[in-house]
């Protein structure tokens, strides 16, 4: 049997603010405990298990709607949340590709500036001010 939790004791051992967990409860998230008439509300060990599992899937680039949605399919599932992941990943590779064409661009603005010393203005600014054209 686990050891009746309150709120306080649960977010320290998630590793987060009560007011984290109170939003998670808000956004349905995690169930938020009747009150007893007198007392604090008990949470009970897999609070802290689902607000972890919360965490592990933000750091993975999942957002609260997503992980809402990994929360409803559940154990059993595992060809629903295979395609989620699977479509997460194809989403973070489109990222990566948006930053790899930006880094390239100024990098060509920084050889540019750099090899333009005389210039009477900045590669970078009159590309940013679109007066390089």
Same mark, same amino acid.
């Given at each position: ?10 977010? !320290? ?12 409860? !808000?956004?349905g998230l995690v169930t938020e ?12 060990? *897999?609070?802290?298990? !689902? ?25 059993? !599932? ?7 992941? *699977? ?16 880094? *390239? ?29």
């Amino acid at each position: 049997m686990t050891r009746p939790l309150t709120i306080g004791q649960v977010a !320290r051992a998630a590793g987060v603010n009560v007011e984290t967990v109170r939003y998670y409860q !808000r956004v349905g998230l995690v169930t938020e405990p009747p009150k007893p008439a007198s007392g604090f509300r008990i949470y009970s060990s *897999e609070t802290i298990d !689902r607000i972890n599992f919360i965490k592990r899937a933000q750091q993975l680039g999942f957002n609260l709607k997503e992980i809402s949605e990994l929360l409803d399919l559940g154990e059993g !599932r595992c060809a629903d949340v295979r395609t989620r992941a *699977e479509e997460k990943r194809a989403h973070i590779d489109s990222q990566i590709a948006d930053l790899q064409r930006l880094r *390239e661009t100024l990098d060509s603005l920084i050889r540019a500036c750099s090899t333009e010393h005389g210039a009477a203005q900045c590669p970078i600014v009159e590309t940013l001010s679109g007066s390089d054209a």
